[in-house]
């Protein structure tokens, strides 16, 4: 029970925080058609900035400002780098986002160091939460459930109740026509891209010390990013944050479940001691996002809620 | 007047590049980590080899000759390890230092083993300061390595010893990283406690993959679930840290044995929460009593490199046993120095430890230390550090384990 509960509240954070960083890549991607290979570098910047923040200033100050740098920032690449590449299609763009990823990850290297820094979580929020069957709960965890519900329920209420988020809904899907009645979609476009990229950052902020803050995060988030966006179905927001909350919770409770192969599958002779059977659950955690996402592709190639083709 | 000083500057330029000739450069190649989640644990190494070469030239050298330094990056991979290992032999580097992982310490064994082989006359010597999979001094041993660190498989006898002397731990949790040595000290923990300690259950036995959890919560969960009295890991770097900043936060006020407790980092991650729960086993800890040449040289070393601590004695008996055993064979050979480190006895400011002549494993004292305040070093400037007390010191001797190596010498 006490595992169940745990492994709940665990899994639902670790998928708020991939949404956090998927919303933004679904939302670049429906826009635009851009896949950005350089989104989870966004999420590094975020935490390096906060890290930074930290340093000189306070974290909620952090909390404000990096996120609105790397907004910033998203929107000058969008600006005077990707729609430059735009004209040359898509295989151009996707290029560029790629070379983006790599060139970010160096600058991080030279200027932060190779090393994992000190980013650490704010004093105020370092205390135990609350105790449930003999196991304390941090708060700062639940800090990450409330700044992640804030986010989505601003993001929905952006999106579905407001006049942008009716004109950014409407170029989406008829980007002509928004530009005929005299809206600035290039300006739309970069908005949304910096938008993207601040939300990324946003989940770098405040999981850059709840993981850890160090160059090869990016890389380590990437794929895993990816496949909430493929598995949710490109350019769903709503599939994301399924797709986000199902990979979540399936690693979680994948590391709780001790059995082995040779437990689960004793009755058709696999032995608990063999190469196969000594395999435990716990042990492919980190392989089920993948094998999701190969089985998605398989039976629902449009992903879990999409509406296009991959 | 001007005319005697430049002729002079002209002598001494003209003499020193000659003089120079005069000697080699003992380079000795230092294949690590130096990026990602591991970068911070071979930086750190590679600070002690540094600083231990540095003492060693300020003495005359090696037999007269300077000892250089030189950091490989190999991201923890076996695969770059060995294009970083060619690299270095292409500089004329015939030493290697390397220790952090066993998977990489296998891959090098098995590429100067053939190295060796096809190129008599310039052979390369491996000196493995911290890769403790037992496997290299027993089945799969080589001439051409030599380990100055304890195994996993004596220091899990220290910790399971002192385990057996605790009748309130019945339950034990072990977590490791899923590679050689991960697996190596799961074995040597169940296999060691169900002879020393047969009422005591092993309530997990859990692998997780090398380097790349970012949050142990899951899995000290699991821990608490399984209500273990106690826990043993042989985790280092990030898995190390990582695994005892989730224990901390979750609460999990159980003991800890760790071989890498005090790896860097780890300190400030635990805090006062671990204070006199987490152990270590290890050759050294810097509150132990010692001569005053070697506090000085802790002094030194930590002035020099103020955000780390003194970690690693073995390096310094590594580079010190090699000047040693230059010295006795007269020469810097790797060949005439492999034998003459066989067998070598050298005198440590922790007491005298033993090169095995059959084996290649050094016999050094053990210590269980354990995380406790207000002591006279800390590390990391944290305030914590690490001690030990009676009873905690395993001697040299009584670490020596049977070996199955068969050694093919040259």
Redesign the interface.
């Known amino acids: 029970m006490?595992?169940f509960l745990?492994?709940l509240l665990?899994g639902v954070i670790?998928g708020l925080l991939l949404f956090m960083l998927s919303s933004g890549l679904t939302l670049i991607f429906s826009m635009m058609g851009i896949l950005n290979f350089a989104h989870a570098s966004f999420y590094m910047l975020g935490a390096y900035f906060a890290y930074s923040f930290t340093q000189v200033t306070s974290f909620w100050l952090a909390l404000i400002f990096a996120p609105l740098l790397v907004g910033l920032f998203g929107a000058a690449v969008e600006r005077w780098g990707l729609r430059k590449v735009h004209a040359n299609g898509h295989v151009a763009e996707l290029l560029f986002t790629f070379g983006l990823a790599y060139l970010i990850d160096e600058v991080v290297?030279i200027i932060w160091g190779?090393?994992?820094v000190?980013y650490q979580i704010p004093a105020a929020l370092d205390f135990?939460l609350f105790?449930l069957?003999?196991?304390?709960?941090?708060a700062y965890r639940m800090f990450i459930l409330i700044v992640a519900v804030a986010m989505l329920a601003a993001l929905w209420f952006l999106l579905k109740r407001t006049r942008i988020g009716l004109i950014i809904q409407a170029s989406l899907t008829h980007p002509h026509m928004v530009g005929h009645l005299g809206h600035n979609v290039p300006r739309i476009f970069m908005a949304v891209f910096g938008a993207g990229c601040a939300l990324a950052a946003l989940a770098g902020v405040i999981g850059g010390n709840?993981?850890?803050t160090?160059?090869?995060m990016a890389a380590?988030m990437g794929p895993v990013v990816f496949v909430v966006v493929v598995v949710g179905g490109l350019g769903s927001l709503e599939g994301a944050f399924f797709a986000s909350l199902l990979i979540g919770l399936m690693q979680?409770f994948a590391?709780?479940i001790?059995a082995s192969f040779g437990d689960i599958f004793g009755w058709a002779g696999v032995s608990p001691t063999s190469e196969l059977g000594s395999i435990?659950i716990?042990?492919l955690a980190?392989m089920l996002p993948f094998l999701m996402l190969v089985l998605v592709l398989m039976v629902r190639p449009n992903g879990l809620m999409g509406t296009r083709e991959v | 007047m001007k005319r005697i000083i430049s002729a002079a500057l002209a002598a001494m330029v003209l003499t020193v590049p000659a003089g120079m000739a005069m000697a080699d450069t003992v380079k000795i190649a230092f294949i690590d980590p130096l990026s990602g989640p591991f970068g911070a644990t071979g930086d750190a190494g590679l600070r002690h080899w540094q600083h231990a070469a540095d003492l060693v030239n300020a003495d005359d050298g090696i037999n007269g000759n300077q000892v250089e330094i030189i950091g490989f990056d190999n991201k923890i991979n076996p695969k770059e390890s060995l294009i970083q290992l060619q690299k270095a032999i292409d500089q004329g580097v015939r030493y290697i230092a390397q220790g952090n992982g066993s998977s990489v310490a296998s891959a090098l064994i098995d590429a100067i083993n053939k190295h060796n082989k096809r190129n008599p006359g310039e052979e390369v010597l491996f000196l493995n300061y911290a890769a403790v999979d037992p496997v290299f001094t027993n089945d799969r041993c080589s001439f051409w390595h030599f380990r100055f660190d304890s195994d996993a498989d004596m220091k899990m006898d220290a910790m399971t010893d002192w385990i057996a002397t605790k009748p309130e731990i019945r339950k034990v949790y072990v977590i490791g990283q899923d590679y050689s040595f991960g697996k190596a000290v799961a074995a040597a923990a169940v296999g060691m406690l169900a002879e020393k300690r047969p009422d005591i259950e092993i309530v997990g036995n859990e692998l997780h993959p090398l380097g790349k959890v970012k949050d142990f919560t899951p899995y000290i969960q699991k821990m608490i679930s399984s209500e273990a009295d106690a826990v043993i890991t042989g985790n280092w770097g990030a898995d190390m840290v990582l695994l005892v900043k989730a224990a901390t936060s979750s609460g999990h006020n159980v003991p800890y044995m760790t071989y890498y407790g005090g790896g860097l980092g780890a300190a400030a991650a635990m805090g006062e929460g671990a204070v006199g729960r987490v152990m270590e086993v290890s050759e050294v800890n810097t509150n132990l009593d010692t001569p005053d040449a070697q506090d000085a040289l802790i002094d030194g070393f930590e002035e020099k490199y103020a955000d780390i601590s003194f970690y690693y004695q073995r390096v310094f008996n590594a580079m010190n046993m090699l000047d040693a055993a230059a010295t006795k064979a007269d020469s810097i050979d790797p060949t005439k120095v492999a034998f003459a480190l066989e067998g070598m006895e050298y005198e440590t400011p922790y007491g005298k430890v033993t090169m095995r002549a059959d084996n290649h494993q050094i016999l050094q004292s053990l210590y269980m230390s354990t995380f406790s305040t207000g002591m006279k070093r800390d590390v990391e400037h944290t305030g914590f550090g690490w001690v030990s007390g009676e009873g905690d010191k395993i001697e040299a001797a009584n670490t020596a384990m049977e070996t199955t190596c068969k050694m093919s010498r040259p």
């Open positions: 006490e595992t745990f492994s665990n670790y290297k190779k090393n994992t000190d135990p105790e069957f003999g196991a304390q709960y941090p709840y993981l850890t160090e160059p090869s380590f979680t590391i709780s001790s435990t716990s042990s980190p």
